[in-house]
């Protein structure tokens, strides 16, 4: 019984007014205290109080609790007088809406009343009994039940109302006179409702609370604050291995090593004294082994907020646990191995392409910090020249086309000095596939590069030395018969290398018993060499080349550890020479002793002579042992000799001197000539003139016979050529002469007589021309025989002029000639006609070429002793190409004006004949356009011409 | 029927003198040209039926004119020379003249000679 209701009761009994009352209160107080359900109570009270109240109505509504709602469990006490039926008829509603509906009144929520009259005991009324309830619920009842008063109570625990009691009566004293005992009887058995609704509550909680700490999967406990166990499921037994009733009670020092005991005991003293909850994780000895929790210490209050237990529950973490702890062993591995390697390592951001991590070696290699290079990225340490490659890999990477690339570049170190790496990247996406972390692993081969270009230096020098060695050099490995190498000179001498021996074996020696010879030979060397710590001699070989020349060669041979270096000496020209020296010497002895030429050999400081071969010995007269005893001087004139020392001190200074047509006494004393070819050699040791006699005389006759033969054979085939020209030449006119007489001939046509004359006359100028052309060409004929026969006299050269002065006057009818002879002319001894005819054709030619009215000036002086004679014409002139053949034969410039007397073609020539006949000299200046101007000279006959030959006969 | 035209090429003028008026009164017209070079073009221009040409002329010989006039015509050409070498004849042939006439000839022989030519 609650506090309440004790004063409850006390006052009931300071207010008794009869024993009948005292004994219904106290018969309920007995009986109420026996009853077990809450509806036995309702049942109880509504009979206790109907007794009381005697007319009327009386109820009692009980709420279920647990369904959080406000749903009536039971409704005692009203069920007879149909007001039950009323109010289910009027509701059917959810009941929640009783309370608005009761605040809110209508006729149609009557019916909550009488099942929700807990509504009327909002203000948290625990048990109320009041009478002042709302007029209208009053009225509605009144109209309904016939009643009009109403009171009610409530019961309430925790501020939730589990029920309550109604008493609906017309006749209000009998309530208001036992109000007393209805209260009592009322908080007596709210007391009771609630305590069986809260055991009631309990019960079926923890029932609930069992099953799920019995069915849980964690151990759940609880322990009181000595650190005992009170309660334990079934997943702690298992933990343990225990069973439950050997759990409870014991206490964690009974389970666990001392000091995990205290350890944990700390905890849950924690718990008790702070009210706070703790967490403690550690291992628990199980059947299976060790295994680690972690548990949750929860403290339970009571009321006054003390903590009275501890509920704890605990969840395995062992294979978390475990697999952390691998995990972590795992990333310190990687951590250690990423940090100790021999490689730079260092990841960047995938976007903004920033350093994230770097390891030593990486910073070693790039020279900054991983602090410093956090603010960096790879653009900022890679070489200028390389980034664009940098970039495109990259790029490459991001987009996917490569997953990771490895690249040879150069990077700027802190320093600014250079390095070269190797670096290979790779992507890690995220998941959605960004670029998350770039991986760069850079290796440092800046000092592999230098020793690989020292390396490749060094071993091309190598090379270069033994490739420009004369020696042909290969280098044959032992082991695997292979030839590593062969010095270019090899392949320029031979032609041919090969890569192995046997192969090299079939080409250098192509006859398979030669070949066998060698090879046999060879092997025996080789163990000469082996043991030999230098080169060694192998022999000679003869080793065929590509041209298909054989080449002899030494072979040396010396063993570099698994390797042999053989050597080529090719000794084919030395012993060639060695053969041609043998035979050299032999062909030079008779050359010597069979020479025509004669060879004699003499001291070039001495002039004595040494050697002397047969035919100089026959060609002087001497014997070999004469001449042995004799010097230079002897066999040359006298007058030679000082031009033989000359050619011998010359000598002295040059290799070979040559004296043409060195005059040489034989020993009867004749006189030869020879060409002497001087050469200088030591011979035992002295200085040699080594003379090479060539006798001449023979070849002087036979030169001069030559040279008589080739002036013949000119002189024939200028004769034979002047035959035919001569032919050609009479024939023209001939073939015309006999052309006009057959035109005549011929009778099938009938010639006019005016054509019969003209055909007798062109008959007749051309019978006049073979007539000039006979003259003509006897006198050329004299003049090339010498025989122009010329009839000289002393003439004055006006005595000439006069001679020719009418034919030149008719030659020169239509030109204006001008003769000019200068005054006191010595007179000539020449043959006047014939000067005159080389005056007379001159001005012939003078006219012919010069257009009429024409100027032809004759002029006539002396001239160093000449006379001179010129005619100068302002003509046509000549090329100078017609001026160089202008006094041949035959010749006639083509510009011959039609009409005009043909010339010979002779003219010129027997002009210039003529002239030089008498000593002088004929010639002409031209120009084509300008004139031309004829010159000859003939010399005056001197003053012994004058007194041989007194002035001439005729008048001066 | 137009009379055949006849080219006569000599450098003597005597020897066209007669040639010219034979040919003529036989029916024949003529053309001269007093070189070789005169007869190339003469022949390029008037195309003539038949070509007497010496051989002896001045600056281009009758050979060399034969030879160039043969390289764009088939007109029969008869060669008149006054040299009896004993290799014209033939140098006459390999020029590719038809005939060949040493002068002095008889003047009916050189009528039907070029009366069997045309």
């Given amino acids: 019984m609650n506090k309440r209701a004790k004063s409850s009761a006390l006052n009931a009994s300071r207010n008794l007014e009869n024993l009948d009352q005292l004994q219904i209160l106290a018969h309920t107080s007995v009986r109420i205290n026996q009853l077990e359900t809450s509806t036995e109570v309702a049942d109880f009270v509504c009979q206790q109080l109907k007794a009381i109240v005697g007319k009327g109505y009386v109820g009692v509504s009980l709420l279920d609790q647990t369904a959080q709602t406000l749903s009536v469990k039971a409704l005692r006490g009203f069920e007879d007088n149909g007001l039950i039926d009323a109010g289910l008829r009027l509701t059917g509603t959810d009941p929640r809406k009783l309370r608005v509906s009761v605040n809110d009144f209508t006729p149609a929520d009557l019916v909550i009343f009488k099942s929700g009259h807990l509504e009327l005991l909002d203000g948290g009324l625990h048990t109320l009994f009041f009478r002042n309830y709302p007029r209208v619920v009053c009225l509605a009842l009144e109209n309904l039940l016939n009643v009009r008063f109403v009171y009610a109570m409530g019961f309430v625990h925790h501020g939730r109302h589990v029920g309550g009691i109604a008493i609906l009566t017309d006749t209000p004293a009998a309530v208001e006179s036992n109000r007393i005992i209805i209260e009592s009887i009322v908080a007596q058995a709210a007391s009771i409702i609630i305590r069986i609704f809260t055991e009631e509550e309990l019960r079926q909680s923890e029932q609930k609370y069992r099953i799920l700490l019995e069915e849980s999967p964690d151990p759940v406990f609880s322990m009181n604050s000595e650190g005992r166990y009170t309660y334990v499921n079934q997943a702690l037994a298992r933990a343990f291995g225990q069973s439950v009733d050997n759990i409870i009670g014991k206490t964690l020092w009974d389970f666990f090593p001392e000091a995990e005991a205290d350890k944990r005991f700390a905890s849950l003293d924690q718990a008790f004294k702070t009210g706070q909850k703790m967490t403690i994780e550690g291992p628990v000895p199980g059947p299976d082994g060790t295994r680690y929790y972690v548990t949750t210490i929860s403290p339970i209050t009571d009321n006054q907020k003390k903590v009275f237990s501890a509920i704890c529950s605990s969840k395995d973490i062992t294979e978390r646990k475990l697999a952390a702890e691998a995990l972590r062993v795992s990333e310190e591995l990687l951590k250690a191995t990423i940090n100790n390697a021999p490689i730079g390592i260092a990841t960047a951001d995938g976007i903004d392409k920033r350093f994230l991590t770097a390891n030593a070696e990486f910073c070693q290699i790039i020279g900054y910090s991983e602090q410093e290079l956090r603010s960096q990225t790879f653009k900022n340490i890679t070489h200028p020249e390389d980034l664009s490659d940098s970039l495109d890999h990259l790029a490459a990477l991001e987009s996917g086309i490569i997953s990771s690339f490895s690249l040879e570049k150069r990077y700027v170190k802190k320093d600014g000095t250079l390095i070269v790496a190797i670096v290979r990247v790779s992507l890690i996406r995220d998941p959605e596939g960004k670029p998350s972390v770039i991986i760069a692993e850079i290796e440092n081969i800046t000092e592999r590069k230098r020793l690989e270009e020292e390396l490749r230096r060094s071993e091309a020098q190598l090379r270069l030395i033994l490739d420009s060695s004369p020696f042909p050099i290969a280098l044959f490995d032992i082991q695997d018969n292979h030839i590593d190498f062969w010095s270019q000179s090899a392949l320029t001498l031979f032609g041919h290398t090969a890569s192995t021996t046997p192969g090299w074996y079939r080409l250098a020696y192509p006859d398979p018993e030669y070949r066998r010879a060698v090879i046999d030979r060879w092997k025996r060397y080789l163990e000469k060499a082996r043991l030999s710590a230098r080169a060694v001699n192998t022999g000679e070989y003869r080793i065929a080349c590509a041209d298909g020349s054989v080449r002899v060669c030494e072979l040396y041979v010396s063993f570099l550890t698994d390797h042999l270096i053989v050597t080529f000496n090719d000794i084919t020209e030395r012993k060639q020479s060695e053969k041609n020296l043998q035979e050299s010497e032999q062909r030079y002895r008779t050359l010597f002793e069979k020479a025509g030429e004669g060879i004699l050999i003499a001291d070039l400081e001495t002039l004595k002579f040494k050697y002397a071969n047969p035919a100089v010995c026959d060609l002087l007269g001497y014997s070999l042992q004469e001449l042995t005893k004799m010097s230079v001087i002897n066999i040359h004139p006298e007058n030679s000799i000082e031009h033989v020392l000359a050619e011998f001190s010359a000598l002295a200074q040059r290799d070979m001197t040559r004296s043409l047509g060195l005059p040489c006494l034989r020993k009867d004393g004749t006189l030869f000539y020879a060409d002497i070819t001087s050469v200088k050699a030591v011979i035992d040791g002295k200085e040699c003139n080594i003379g090479f006699f060539i006798d001449i005389t023979g070849r002087r006759q036979a030169e001069a016979k030559l040279v008589e033969i080739a002036a013949l054979e000119q002189v024939s085939q200028a004769k034979s050529e002047l035959l035919a020209n001569v032919s050609h030449e009479l024939r023209t006119p001939l073939a015309s002469i006999k052309g006009f007489i057959e035109t005549l001939i011929e009778t099938d046509v009938n010639w006019s007589r005016e054509q019969q004359m003209d055909f007798l006359k062109s008959a007749n100028i051309e019978a006049d021309r073979l007539t000039l052309l006979i003259r003509d060409l006897l006198d050329?004929?004299?003049?090339?025989?010498?025989?122009?026969?010329?009839?000289?006299?002393?003439?004055?050269?006006?005595?000439?002029?006069?001679?020719?002065?009418?034919?030149?006057?008719?030659?020169?009818?239509?030109?204006?000639?001008?003769?000019?002879?200068?005054?006191?002319?010595?007179?000539?001894?020449?043959?006047?006609?014939?000067?005159?005819?080389?005056?007379?054709?001159?001005?012939?030619?003078?006219?012919?070429?010069?257009?009429?009215?024409?100027?032809?000036?004759?002029?006539?002086?002396?001239?160093?002793?000449?006379?001179?004679?010129?005619?100068?014409?302002?003509?046509?002139?000549?090329?100078?190409?017609?001026?160089?053949?202008?006094?041949?034969?035959?010749?006639?410039?083509?510009?011959?004006?039609?009409?005009?007397?043909?010339?010979?073609?002779?003219?010129?020539?027997?002009?210039?004949?003529?002239?030089?006949?008498?000593?002088?000299?004929?010639?002409?200046?031209?120009?084509?356009?300008r004139g031309s101007k004829f010159c000859f000279t003939i010399p005056v006959a001197k003053i012994q011409g004058a007194s041989d030959y007194p002035v001439s006969h005729k008048n001066k | 029927m137009k009379s055949p035209l006849i080219l006569v090429v000599d450098d003597d003028p005597s020897i066209l003198k007669f040639i010219q008026p034979n040919l003529e009164a036989r029916g024949y017209q003529v053309l001269t040209a007093a070189n070789g070079e005169e007869a190339i073009i003469l022949t390029q221009k008037e195309k003539p039926d038949l070509i007497l040409l010496d051989i002896m002329m001045p600056e281009m010989d009758g050979f060399e004119a034969c030879r160039r006039i043969r390289k764009g015509f088939d007109t029969p050409i008869i060669m008149l020379s006054a040299r009896e070498g004993e290799n014209d004849q033939e140098k006459c042939r390999v020029c590719g003249a038809n005939d060949y006439l040493t002068k002095p000839f008889v003047l009916r022989e050189l009528l039907n000679m070029v009366k069997s030519r045309l």
Avoid at chain 1, 909 to 923: F, M
């Fill in chain 1, 780 to 929: 050329m004929s004299r003049l090339d025989s010498g025989q122009l026969l010329l009839d000289k006299h002393s003439y004055l050269v006006q005595e000439i002029f006069d001679s020719i002065a009418g034919i030149l006057s008719t030659i020169t009818l239509k030109h204006k000639m001008q003769i000019e002879l200068l005054p006191d002319l010595a007179p000539l001894d020449v043959d006047k006609v014939r000067i005159g005819q080389v005056i007379t054709n001159l001005v012939e030619n003078a006219a012919k070429f010069s257009p009429e009215g024409g100027p032809i000036v004759i002029q006539a002086g002396f001239n160093n002793g000449s006379l001179l004679v010129s005619i100068a014409d302002q003509g046509i002139g000549m090329p100078s190409a017609v001026l160089a053949k202008l006094f041949d034969r035959f010749y006639q410039a083509k510009m011959v004006v039609d009409g005009k007397t043909r010339g010979t073609g002779l003219g010129l020539a027997i002009c210039k004949g003529i002239v030089e006949a008498h000593g002088g000299k004929i010639w002409v200046d031209s120009q084509e356009g």
